[in-house]
């Protein structure tokens, strides 16, 4: 017989995450990405907001907003092997991850944010189908 720990295990059901965005999944206006591209990932930190943004041809672009002074800078990005994206201006290199936003100026760190919301659309969502749906698929 297992004895209570009063230990409270998570909800299999996480909420949705609070990264703003239109009903089509583009970010808020600041980092919303164009009309012929669609987003990739989204995120939010404390001090950033930002978009990987791509037209479906191979073609990523970073989209960043300052939240100081709403400051926003749009750069050609590009996937990384290992799973982030990079962007890089002429002194500053960007990398977005689910973790974090880190801007480099070679090995100098000189911002290391971490993710307070992440958005990953390129993972697909899982079908839900409401009871008495008999549709295939």
Known sequence: MAAATGLTLPS???APPAVPADSQAQ???SVRCGPDRTAVVVGR???SSVAI???GRGTYEYRGMRLSDR???VLPARPMSNGCFGAQSEDVDYTVSARK???TAGVRVLRDEPMTDFV???VPAPVVRQAGDRSAG
Request: aromatic share 4%; charged share 15%; hydrophobic share 55%.
């Open 53 to 55: 943004c791509t037209d």
């Open 101 to 103: 936003l880190l801007l």
């Open 12 to 14: 299999a059901v996480a």
């Open 120 to 122: 990953d659309y390129s």
């Open 27 to 29: 970010p808020d206006a």
């Open 45 to 47: 930190t404390a001090l």
């Open 71 to 73: 400051a926003v800078l």
